[in-house]
Protein backbone atom coordinates (compact mmCIF):
# COMPACT_ATOMS: atom_id res chain seq x y z
CA UNK A 1 0.00 0.00 0.00
CA UNK A 2 1.69 3.44 -1.19
CA UNK A 3 2.15 5.35 1.97
CA UNK A 4 0.20 8.81 2.48
CA UNK A 5 1.56 12.19 3.32
CA UNK A 6 0.55 11.74 6.90
CA UNK A 7 -1.11 9.52 9.43
CA UNK A 8 -4.55 10.65 9.27
CA UNK A 9 -4.39 10.37 5.27
CA UNK A 10 -2.48 6.64 5.95
CA UNK A 11 -5.05 5.43 8.51
CA UNK A 12 -8.06 6.74 6.08
CA UNK A 13 -6.42 4.67 3.13
CA UNK A 14 -6.39 1.45 5.61
CA UNK A 15 -9.82 2.15 6.30
CA UNK A 16 -10.42 2.35 2.70
CA UNK A 17 -8.61 -1.02 1.89
CA UNK A 18 -10.11 -2.63 4.50
CA UNK A 19 -13.85 -1.71 3.49
CA UNK A 20 -12.68 -3.24 0.00
CA UNK A 21 -11.38 -6.68 1.40
CA UNK A 22 -14.68 -7.21 3.37
CA UNK A 23 -16.73 -6.39 0.72
CA UNK A 24 -15.10 -8.95 -1.02
CA UNK A 25 -15.36 -11.32 1.27
CA UNK A 26 -19.09 -10.79 1.62
CA UNK A 27 -19.70 -11.88 -2.06
CA UNK A 28 -17.57 -15.14 -1.70
CA UNK A 29 -19.55 -18.25 -2.23
CA UNK A 30 -19.55 -21.35 0.00
CA UNK A 31 -16.95 -22.58 1.75
CA UNK A 32 -15.62 -25.85 2.75
CA UNK A 33 -12.28 -27.33 3.92
CA UNK A 34 -10.57 -30.37 2.62
CA UNK A 35 -9.12 -32.23 -0.15
CA UNK A 36 -11.03 -33.05 -3.60
CA UNK A 37 -9.29 -35.73 -5.41
CA UNK A 38 -9.36 -38.30 -8.27
CA UNK A 39 -9.02 -42.07 -7.22
CA UNK A 40 -8.81 -45.34 -9.16
CA UNK A 41 -8.82 -48.50 -7.32
CA UNK A 42 -8.74 -52.27 -7.40
CA UNK A 43 -11.12 -54.55 -6.19
CA UNK A 44 -10.57 -58.30 -4.58
CA UNK A 45 -11.95 -60.49 -7.49
CA UNK A 46 -9.10 -62.29 -8.96
CA UNK A 47 -9.04 -62.20 -12.20
CA UNK A 48 -10.65 -58.66 -12.65
CA UNK A 49 -9.04 -56.38 -15.28
CA UNK A 50 -7.69 -54.42 -12.27
CA UNK A 51 -5.39 -57.01 -11.70
CA UNK A 52 -4.07 -57.63 -15.47
CA UNK A 53 -0.76 -56.96 -16.40
CA UNK A 54 -1.20 -53.90 -17.59
CA UNK A 55 -3.80 -53.17 -14.30
CA UNK A 56 -7.02 -51.45 -15.77
CA UNK A 57 -8.09 -49.63 -12.54
CA UNK A 58 -11.62 -48.99 -11.35
CA UNK A 59 -12.85 -45.49 -11.83
CA UNK A 60 -11.98 -43.22 -11.93
CA UNK A 61 -13.77 -42.03 -9.04
CA UNK A 62 -14.19 -38.35 -6.77
CA UNK A 63 -14.24 -38.03 -2.93
CA UNK A 64 -13.90 -35.72 -0.61
CA UNK A 65 -11.84 -35.99 2.69
CA UNK A 66 -11.44 -33.32 5.53
CA UNK A 67 -11.07 -33.43 9.38
CA UNK A 68 -14.20 -33.26 11.14
CA UNK A 69 -14.21 -32.86 15.31
CA UNK A 70 -10.52 -34.10 14.91
CA UNK A 71 -11.76 -37.11 13.22
CA UNK A 72 -10.86 -38.16 9.09
CA UNK A 73 -14.18 -37.75 7.49
CA UNK A 74 -14.07 -39.31 3.35
CA UNK A 75 -17.16 -38.87 1.39
CA UNK A 76 -17.43 -40.60 -2.29
CA UNK A 77 -18.58 -37.42 -5.02
CA UNK A 78 -20.27 -37.54 -8.14
CA UNK A 79 -18.64 -35.38 -11.09
CA UNK A 80 -21.25 -32.51 -10.25
CA UNK A 81 -20.00 -32.79 -6.90
CA UNK A 82 -16.74 -32.61 -7.38
CA UNK A 83 -17.11 -29.50 -9.44
CA UNK A 84 -19.02 -28.02 -6.76
CA UNK A 85 -16.64 -29.03 -4.24
CA UNK A 86 -13.58 -27.64 -5.63
CA UNK A 87 -15.13 -24.69 -6.16
CA UNK A 88 -15.84 -24.84 -2.28
CA UNK A 89 -12.42 -25.59 -1.30
CA UNK A 90 -11.11 -22.59 -3.62
CA UNK A 91 -13.80 -20.00 -2.05
CA UNK A 92 -12.25 -21.31 1.33
CA UNK A 93 -9.08 -20.56 0.28
CA UNK A 94 -9.94 -17.19 -1.06
CA UNK A 95 -11.60 -16.21 2.36
CA UNK A 96 -8.41 -17.26 4.32
CA UNK A 97 -6.08 -14.65 1.62
CA UNK A 98 -8.82 -12.10 2.12
CA UNK A 99 -8.86 -12.42 6.00
CA UNK A 100 -4.84 -12.56 6.01
CA UNK A 101 -4.70 -9.22 4.59
CA UNK A 102 -7.02 -8.12 6.72
CA UNK A 103 -4.84 -8.70 9.72
CA UNK A 104 -2.63 -6.94 7.95
CA UNK A 105 -3.68 -3.97 6.60
CA UNK A 106 -5.47 -3.99 10.95
CA UNK A 107 -2.10 -4.44 12.24
CA UNK A 108 -0.75 -1.60 10.46
CA UNK A 109 -3.45 0.41 11.41
CA UNK A 110 -3.08 -0.52 15.13
CA UNK A 111 0.64 0.55 14.95
CA UNK A 112 -0.62 3.62 13.41
CA UNK A 113 -2.92 4.26 16.10
CA UNK A 114 -0.84 3.38 18.67
CA UNK A 115 2.03 5.80 17.75
CA UNK A 116 -0.82 8.59 17.71
CA UNK A 117 -1.87 8.13 20.63
CA UNK A 118 2.02 7.63 22.26
CA UNK A 119 2.75 10.91 20.68
CA UNK A 120 -0.47 12.73 22.30
CA UNK A 121 0.44 11.63 25.82
CA UNK A 122 4.30 12.42 25.55
Known sequence: M????????????????YRELAGQLAEVGFIVTGTVLQRSTRCGTPGCRCHADPPQPHGPYWQWTSKVAGKTVTRRLTERQAALYTEWT???T???QLITQMREISDRATELILAADTRAVD
Open 94 to 96: QIR
Open 90 to 92: ANN
Open 2 to 17: PESTGPTEQLADYQRR
